[in-house]
């Protein structure tokens, strides 16, 4: 890894992160009904994030777009808790402490926001998302918050801001 950088999505990156977010799904053997796979506006993550209290970050190496994720408020809650979403990353980032730097950025921004906990969504097997998770403070949930529309997730976690 040469260059990384963490910026703000644009517009350019659309398609470039909706396809690592598919891809990713689909190397770890996710449905795609279920999941972020299916989400209608996967394809138009930037103008998603182009509101108030949210904000998606890509992850760049030498120009190429390798993960990304952001934080947005939840979905059909009432509570003042925003959801980390679409944290995915290719495999050549795996590894290198860039989920760790992302989450806390996106957790810092939440904070910022005024959120009063974050949220997240993920699958039993996906056991190195859910350490890092935990590492960071997320506890498990005995059940879903919001609705999201993820129903192939059925682990839920909560951290406190």
Request: charged share 25%; hydrophobic share 40%.
């Amino acid at each position: 890894m040469e260059s990384i950088i963490i910026r703000e999505i644009q517009k350019k990156d659309n398609v470039e992160i909706a396809a690592i977010v598919r891809n990713v799904l689909m190397e770890m053997g996710a449905p795609k009904i279920g999941t972020a796979y299916a989400d209608p506006y996967l394809d138009s993550l930037f103008e998603v994030y182009a509101v108030p209290k949210a904000i998606y970050f890509v992850v760049e190496n030498n120009g190429k777009i390798i993960g990304g994720a952001g934080v947005k408020q939840l979905d059909n809650s009432d509570e003042n808790i925003c959801e980390l979403q679409k944290m995915y990353f290719l495999p050549e980032a795996r590894g290198l402490g860039l989920g760790i730097k992302l989450m806390n950025l996106c957790l810092e921004k939440a904070t910022e926001f005024g959120f009063d906990g974050c949220y997240i969504e993920t699958m039993t097997y996906m056991e190195a998302a859910q350490k890092l998770y935990r590492k960071s403070g997320f506890e498990y949930l005995e059940q879903q918050i919001g609705n999201t529309g993820h129903n192939s997730c059925e682990v839920w976690m909560l951290k406190k801001l």
